[in-house]
């Protein structure tokens, strides 16, 4: 039996992340972390013809680099897990199509890779499957067409604003040793205090990212010293000094340890305004470079938390406040790889 | 005595140490001049068609407008006007041009859906605003005229 | 003389645009819509006609203007056709404007394709 703690499940088997895939666009691939990602593309297009079949493409190139990886076919999967931003997330239906695994979307916004990663590891340790594949995409784009302008128009962002994050990552989980584990995760609930800005995500999100690594340290019974990294998906340039602050106020200092995917995927001169966000955003990065810093040693236990936004376009135009989520995982180095 | 973040209720009041502040200064000195320049551009076009059309200062309004409505939907279609409204804001925001840059944008945008359902239904997502605006209004102060003179006389 | 004119009043409406932007944190769409109501309020006091005459450009341009023409427009008709003339002249002046934004920004999304 998993051991459950309230909202954070401690995995009793050893569940390992056996494989990751990751395909960026041409502005990520131009950021600090490129060497680390499979597959980039020089354009926003990558090849299709429109924006969300370019998407599409990505997300295909991620799930097919992670397999490959693994020395596996897609038929030897037994569950799907996958979501995207957009609209009834499409983008995972196709590519589900494509592999032909069953398949189960999930959305979560920018929260969505680590809820698939928690479920999916949770499944395999419950015994129900062997293996799953937890995938996400977004571009920027396909987001910029559907929440905010046509992506020609030029009427200014403010400083707050982020920017999607064109990509995909896709990680499979399975009991197969491999250098790391996925050992705990943290569901989150959902918060709302007050942030009507869709411009100003960091803010809005900051407090339910506080609350679930809050709750995690609570209910592991750890401190921030256990951690060599805490995460988060993509509070950005605004959310980070909050989340630090809220964190302080409740007894729990992360400066020394806390890191924001939205600032680590693109460098300051890449004019991303706040940082990156996006589904990709935490996909990437984790999936490429914090996987290969737990391969190497380099980091022993990460808790990444993926944060997202879940309020659509109709209901911010109709004044309602972002109703955001963090989730968490927690990723260990396995140490050798054996067992 | 320090502020608490961790209060629901005051939260949106209190994160506002914590967010970024826009430089008003720069940004208005960039609007005045790149829209100045707009504007400038635009007397130069009008002046051109007074002299060598047969257009007088009144009439020559019309086709510069249109004049400059092509050079905003290009630069648009080349992608570029957006990089100059992300650096100009207001200044190329106000001027007709950004009008057309929101009719162009839109309608580029939505191409992949079809000429019909895509590029024609979406041309006015933007800038129908203003024109249901413009036109309200104007009824209105219209309105507001006509009683006026017939109150008067 | 005129062409500084032009640039100094053009230059200063799209400063108070800004302003709009920044302080008062209205959204680009919100600020427009504002001015170009502006536009047709000035014209019903017979203040933008003045502008027009002492900026030319800097004040025919921005999209104040494309209210002012909407309502000089419908009150040039009404001499003519009374409050009917209001529906018949509205887009008179404005026709030129509306119907090549609307020709160019077609043909422009026919030939190209967005870059992001």
Known sequence: ???????????????????TGTATGPKEAQGPLSSYFDQSYDDLYCGEDSWELAERRLMEDAVMACLKKANQAASSVDLYLAGDLLNQIVTANFSAKKLQIPYLGMFGACSTSMETLAVGAALVDAGFIDRAIAAVSSHNATAERQFRNPTEYGGPKPPTSESTVTGAGAGLISREASPVKITEATIGKVFDWGIKDANDMGSAMAPAAADTIASHLTQTGREVSDYDLILT??????????????????????????????????????????????CACSAVVTYGYIVDELTRGNLQRVLVVATGSLHSPTMVQQKEALPTIAHGVVLEAAGGGES | MAVKLNNPADYKQNIKPYQPKPKVFRNCIRAFWTGGLICAFGQLIANFYVTFFDFTETTA???????????????????VYDKIGQFAGAGSLVPVTGFANSITSAALEHKSEGLVLGVATNLFKLAGAVI?????????????????????? | MEYLLAFIVGGLICVIGQILLDVFKLTPAHVVVSFVVAGAVLDGFGLYDRLIEFAGAG???????????????????????????????????????????????????VIFKPKG
Request: hydrophobic share 45%; charged share 10%.
């Open chain 2, 61 to 79: 309004g019309n086709p510069t407008t249109a004049t400059l409505i092509l050079i905003a939907s290009l630069l648009t279609g080349f992608g």
């Open chain 1, 233 to 278: 998906g993509d509070l950005s340039s605004v959310g980070t000094p909050i989340l630090k602050e809220l964190l302080y106020e409740r007894g729990y200092d992360i400066s020394s340890v806390h890191q924001d995917c939205g600032l680590m995927v693109y460098r300051p001169d890449q004019k991303v305004f706040a940082g990156g966000s996006g």
């Open chain 2, 132 to 153: 249901v605006f413009g036109v309200v209004a104007a009824y209105v102060v219209g309105l507001i005229r006509l009683l006026f003179k017939a109150l008067i006389t």
């Open chain 3, 59 to 109: 004040a025919t341009v921005p999209i104040t203007s494309f209210g002012h023409s909407l309502l000089h427009g419908a009150m040039n008709e009404t001499e003519q056709s009374g409050v009917l003339g209001l529906a018949i002249g509205i887009f008179q002046l404005t026709a030129a404007g509306i119907s090549s934004a609307i020709l160019f920004g077609f043909i422009v999304a």
């Open chain 1, 1 to 19: 039996m998993a051991v459950k703690r309230k909202q954070t499940w401690q995995f009793k088997n050893d569940i390992y992340l056996s494989s």
